[in-house]
C-alpha cells in the first residue's frame, strides 16, 4: 500500500491556497518529509531575487521550485527519467482534499522562512521551520 500525502503551499497570510500537490506514495515523513526538510534548507522567500538558486520569489515560485525537485527526487529514488515518470507526483485543484492521505503538509512563509505544519490523519505532529524537521523529530513522530 502506498503512503499517500497532499502537500498545500500557501500564501505568507496562511489563506491563499498556492498549490496543492498530491502524492501518491512515499509521503511519509521519513521520505518526504525529509525532502521537503532538505530543500528548505539555507532557502530564503522574498519579493524580487537575486543569483543565487537558494532564494525562491515569493511562495508562488517556491511552490513551482518544490515540484521540480519532487519530481526529480523521485524519478533518480527509482532510476527514472524525471519528465517520463507518471503515477507519483501530482498538481490537484483547490477542492482536491481526501484523497485517502496518511499525511499533509502545509507550508507558509514567516519572516522569508518557510515553516511546515505536518499532519498525520488524526493529529498535528510538528509545527515550526521546515528545514528543522529532523530524523530523530520523525523518528519520535512515529513510535
Request: aromatic share 8%.
Amino acid at each position: 500500500m502506498s503512503t499517500r500525502a497532499m502537500v498545500f503551499v500557501v500564501d505568507k497570510h496562511g489563506v491563499n491556497l498556492r498549490a496543492c500537490m498530491y502524492v501518491h506514495g512515499d509521503g511519509g515523513p521519513d521520505w518526504l518529509g525529509l525532502k521537503i526538510a532538505q530543500f528548505c534548507e539555507g532557502r530564503t522567500v522574498c519579493n524580487g531575487h537575486s543569483d543565487t538558486d537558494m532564494e525562491s520569489n515569493g511562495m508562488d515560485n517556491f511552490a513551482a521550485q518544490l515540484v521540480v525537485r519532487l519530481g526529480c527526487e523521485m524519478a533518480e529514488a527509482l532510476k527514472k527519467t524525471p519528465a517520463l515518470f507518471p503515477g507519483w507526483l501530482y498538481l490537484m485543484g483547490e477542492d482536491s482534499r481526501d484523497q485517502r492521505e496518511e499525511w499533509n503538509y502545509w507550508l507558509h512563509e514567516v519572516d522569508g522562512v518557510v515553516h511546515m505544519t505536518l499532519c498525520s490523519s488524526t493529529d498535528e505532529v510538528y509545527e515550526g521551520p521546515a528545514s528543522e524537521l529532523t530524523a530523530e523529530t520523525i523518528a519520535e513522530i512515529e513510535s
